[in-house]
């Protein structure tokens, strides 16, 4: 599995917009194949500050997913109403229990 965290800050009057382009983002992202878990949230400490939060089955599926053209388009129109550069870490994990 491959979890992915991203963030963005909007430029404070466009906050509003990239939120809402967001949500439509996550949304749509959820329907792909290999799409466990697609989310965004608010910083509590900033609020000009998104958080996506993705899970994937694999780095075939994430690969997919950054190439549908929905998805190219909402990381340009995110950039451009932000503040400062997009963030994208990507991380491998397998399952586990704690017992």
Do not use: K, Q, Y
């Amino acid at each position: 599995m491959l979890i992915v965290t991203g963030s963005v800050r909007a430029r404070p009057e466009r906050i509003a917009r990239l939120l809402e382009l967001s949500i439509e983002h996550v949304h749509r992202s959820r329907l792909e194949p290999g799409c466990l878990v697609h989310s965004v949230h608010r910083d509590a400490e900033d609020e000009s500050r998104l958080v996506f939060l993705d899970h994937w089955t694999d780095a075939d599926a994430l690969r997919a997913h950054l190439a549908v053209p929905a998805s190219i388009d909402f990381v340009r129109e995110a950039a451009a109403l932000s503040m400062t550069a997009p963030e994208m870490s990507i991380n491998a994990a397998e399952p586990t229990s704690v017992s």
